[in-house]
């Protein structure tokens, strides 16, 4: 639960998204970002980490190919429209995108190998089920941890209702969003 409420990537888009979409339309965001982690937090245990640890040059395309997609995210939270109404243009990320969006997140690969660090055992029972587990176990804790970042950024459309306090929303999210490539970049 905790690393599903601490600030991240994950948490600014579902923020963006809850303040442009709404929390109705941010929930297919919301359920993207849960059931992708879930997923890896399933895969990782069970020998994913271990095999883009072996294959450094598999890892630094993924941190890259990262890093582009969270420059990629910035420019369209930066750029995204300056009003604040449910309009259809104005989508937010969606259910496929924020899914996906978990495997070149450096915050997911950071829990996701601390958690099976820390709450695996070997002998205490089948790696596939204690990895399902896991991920089970992560999907239920971050379904309301991270709706609470999808609520504030729907509330926050009260607050952000003139262009400029929206605009100046906007490029605050693609700042930290720019921010955190240095965790992947080193």
């Not at 883009?52 to 582009?68: D, E």
């Amino acid at each position: 639960m905790v690393a599903a409420v601490t600030p991240g990537p994950s948490n600014i888009m579902l923020t963006a998204a809850g303040t442009h979409g709404g929390v109705l339309r941010g929930l297919p965001c919301l359920l993207g970002v849960t059931t992708g982690m879930g997923l890896m937090m399933f895969l990782v245990p069970l020998g994913l980490g271990s095999l883009l640890l072996a294959h450094p040059v598999a890892l630094r395309m993924l941190n890259w190919g990262g890093a582009a997609v969270l420059l990629w995210l910035a420019w369209r939270i930066a750029a995204s429209s300056s009003r604040i109404d449910a309009t259809p243009d104005s989508k937010p990320v969606g259910y496929l995108g924020a899914a996906v969006f978990q495997w070149v997140n450096p915050k997911s690969w950071l829990v996701s190998a601390s958690a099976a660090g820390t709450f695996l055992v070997a002998g205490a029972g089948s790696p596939v089920l204690q990895a399902a587990s896991l991920g089970g176990l992560f999907f239920l804790a971050a379904l309301p941890s991270c709706y609470l970042w999808l609520a504030f950024g729907a509330g926050l459309q009260r607050v952000l209702r003139t262009p400029a306090r929206l605009r100046t929303f906007n490029v605050v999210m693609a700042a930290l969003l720019v921010l955190s490539i240095a965790l992947i970049i080193r």
